[in-house]
């Protein structure tokens, strides 16, 4: 197994940690809404870890509190020990959306957090943005803005615009669920390739139990609403994994067991 593919997680000190974490929503009805609850878990250095469930169990709201976009109606979120209270320039957040602006190009597109930060773009940002689009396939349509794109390549514009900083930690819900399932491979892996040649701890938030097992250290299973953790698996398959991974045992039996607890639907 190549050291480059296959970046260590270390156990000293969490870098994300949820400790009793719920969240109550307010439906249009004025009834409460809970999603997730109760929510204890930590993840390490450079760990990648994907999140699946049934709609509705609190995955994106997990992020947004991640994120500190949301502040938790219980519990705490913390990263670095410290809890989170605002959104933090070391994390990159992918949405579902990918959320451009229209009257920009895709350059710029995937350099604006630079611009709106420090007020310019410098060759640096520059060049690494250039380098996030060939990844990503898109170094034809740098000059294009996004409604001459596909949502698809839409979203991988948004992406790459994750990326550019470099974030310690990365934030990604559903960043696939656009794509057609080819694309949706390829950038499984040049997710897994960059998170290897850069590490960075990954929440990764799917519908698709096959990207899960592609890319995770460990998959958290979450209950049907309130949204609880089911389960955590840890993927003991091998690095790098690639088309071949798809048929290996291990694979498959555990493609199973998850689809079995996902599709369960019982709260816990
Ligand atoms: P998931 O991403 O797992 O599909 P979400 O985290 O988006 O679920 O939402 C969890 C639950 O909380 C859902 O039932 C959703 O309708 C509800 N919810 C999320 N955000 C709000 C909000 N701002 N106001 C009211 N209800 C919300
Ligand atoms: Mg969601």
Same mark, same amino acid.
């Given at each position: 197994?190549?050291?480059?593919?296959?970046?260590?997680?270390?156990?000293?000190?969490?870098?994300?940690?949820?400790?009793?974490?719920?969240?109550?929503?307010?439906?249009?009805?004025?009834?409460?809404?809970?999603?997730?609850?109760?929510?204890?878990?930590?993840?390490?250095?450079?760990?990648?870890?994907?999140?699946?469930?049934?709609?509705?169990?609190?995955?994106?709201?997990?992020?947004?509190?991640?994120?500190?976009?949301?502040?938790?109606?219980?519990?705490?979120?913390?990263?670095?020990?410290?809890?989170?209270?605002?959104?933090?320039?070391?994390?990159?957040?992918?949405?579902?959306?990918?959320?451009?602006? @229209?009257?920009?190009?895709?350059?710029?597109?995937?350099?604006?957090?630079?611009?709106?930060?420090?007020?310019?773009?410098?060759?640096?940002?520059?060049?690494?943005?250039?380098?996030?689009?060939?990844?990503?396939?898109?170094?034809?349509?740098?000059?294009?803005? @996004?409604?001459?794109?596909?949502?698809?390549?839409?979203?991988?514009?948004?992406?790459?615009?994750?990326?550019?900083?470099?974030?310690?930690?990365?934030?990604?819900?559903?960043?696939?669920?656009?794509?057609?399932?080819?694309?949706?491979?390829?950038?499984?892996?040049?997710?897994?390739?960059?998170?290897?040649?850069?590490?960075?701890?990954?929440?990764?938030?799917?519908?698709?139990?096959?990207?899960?097992?592609?890319?995770?250290?460990?998959?958290?299973?979450?209950?049907?609403?309130?949204?609880?953790?089911?389960?955590?698996?840890?993927?003991?398959?091998?690095? @790098?994994?690639?088309?071949?991974?798809?048929?290996?045992?291990?694979?498959?039996?555990?493609?199973?067991?998850?689809?079995?607890?996902?599709?369960?639907?019982? @709260?816990?």
């Amino acid at each position: 197994m190549s050291a480059v593919l296959a970046p260590t997680v270390q156990t000293a000190g969490l870098v994300i940690e949820f400790s009793g974490v719920g969240q109550t929503f307010t439906s249009s009805d004025g009834r409460p809404v809970v999603a997730p609850q109760d929510v204890n878990l930590g993840l390490r250095r450079h760990e990648f870890v994907s999140g699946v469930g049934p709609s509705g169990c609190g995955k994106s709201t997990l992020l947004r509190l991640v994120g500190g976009l949301l502040a938790p109606t219980s519990g705490t979120v913390s990263i670095f020990g410290m809890p989170v209270t605002e959104p933090r320039d070391e994390i990159g957040f992918a949405f579902q959306k990918p959320t451009l602006l @229209p009257w920009l190009d895709v350059l710029d597109n995937v350099t604006f957090p630079m611009r709106h930060k420090y007020g310019r773009v410098d060759a640096r940002d520059t060049a690494r943005a250039s380098d996030l689009l060939a990844v990503t396939g898109l170094t034809d349509f740098a000059r294009k803005r @996004p409604a001459e794109l596909s949502g698809g390549m839409q979203q991988r514009v948004a992406i790459a615009r994750a990326l550019l900083h470099d974030p310690d930690i990365l934030l990604m819900d559903e960043p696939f669920s656009a794509l057609d399932a080819l694309a949706r491979d390829e950038m499984s892996f040049e997710l897994v390739r960059i998170w290897s040649e850069r590490p960075k701890t990954v929440v990764f938030v799917t519908h698709s139990i096959q990207e899960a097992l592609l890319l995770s250290d460990r998959i958290v299973v979450m209950s049907a609403r309130p949204g609880r953790v089911a389960e955590i698996i840890d993927v003991p398959l091998p690095r @790098p994994r690639n088309l071949a991974t798809l048929s290996d045992p291990v694979f498959t039996h555990l493609a199973n067991e998850i689809r079995v607890k996902v599709f369960s639907r019982q @709260p816990v």
